[in-house]
């Protein structure tokens, strides 16, 4: 029997902050600081709480710029948390965190969206705002950590092209295990989604493919770009 998705009730849903709690009752015994756990955690609720009615009037628009708007808009704020592990040079580093985010996640995005899934019309909100999610969310992660990784080897003296090696292989290694976990030790949100549904997990493996398949080519991209723009700027970088 298949169950349909239902919306969760509010008192059930309390009930997923359960380990929540553990977490940070394990911190506060520990003596560790969870001031930033729990406003990582207040932080989300309120953002999904509102994104879930905002999305409620985007998906229902009829206007392309209004979509492109809000894509802008998520690429920036993803180049801007990107940097969140270099703080010091974080105004300095925005302008390329964007590009990279920006032109690697919308070169990625338009090529699923336009080439494999035809959108019809090509900025339907329905899959062009979540699966943009899901891209610059990708390339926010592979840059904060190219960034900081990229910045202590520097600090190190290391030259810059080992520097940029080392960043852009660190940057690599959550989505590359992702993708050598992903059907054996996690199934993920698409797939899962899909099933919960009731769609065929043949039809949601192929959707998940395409999936890992563009987050994986936007992060390597988003990467490969922040690094090769920040060693372009760099004072030695013509020696």
């Known amino acids: 029997m298949i ?23 394990v911190l506060w015994c520990w003596n560790q600081r969870i001031g930033t756990s ?62 990279s985010v920006g032109l690697a996640g919308g070169l990625t995005l338009a090529v699923v969206t336009q080439l494999v899934l035809e959108l019809d019309p090509w900025f339907s ?35 810059l092209e080992q520097a940029r090696a080392t960043a852009i292989r660190t940057a690599l290694i959550p989505i590359t295990n992702t993708l050598f976990a992903v059907g054996l030790v996690s199934f993920p949100g698409m797939m899962t989604g899909q099933v919960l549904s009731g769609e065929s997990p043949l039809v949601a493996a192929r959707y998940q493919i395409m999936v890992m398949c563009m987050t994986f080519g936007a992060s390597g ?19």
């Not at 239902?6 to 929540?20: H, K, N, Q, T, Y």
């Not at 999904?48 to 808009?73: K, M, N, P, Q, R």
């Not at 991209?221 to 020696?239: E, G, H, V």
């Open 3 to 25: 169950l349909a998705v239902e919306l969760i009730p509010a008192w059930r849903l309390a009930i997923a902050f359960v380990p929540v709690a553990g977490v940070l009752t």
């Open 38 to 99: 729990v406003y990582a955690l207040t932080r989300m609720l309120i953002q999904l709480l509102i994104v879930g009615y905002v999305l409620l009037a985007i998906f229902t628009t009829e206007h392309s710029l209004v979509v492109c708007g809000v894509l802008i808009l998520m690429a920036g704020a993803a180049s801007w948390i990107s940097l969140r592990t270099v703080p010091d040079q974080r105004s300095k580093l925005l302008g390329r965190a964007f590009a």
């Open 125 to 159: 909100p329905r899959f062009l705002i979540p699966l943009g999610g899901m891209i610059f969310s990708s390339c926010m992660n592979t840059v904060s950590l190219a960034a900081e990784r990229f910045a202590a080897e520097c600090v190190e003296g290391k030259p």
């Open 221 to 239: 991209l988003a990467a490969a770009m922040y690094l090769w723009l920040t060693c372009r700027a760099a004072p030695d970088a013509s020696q």
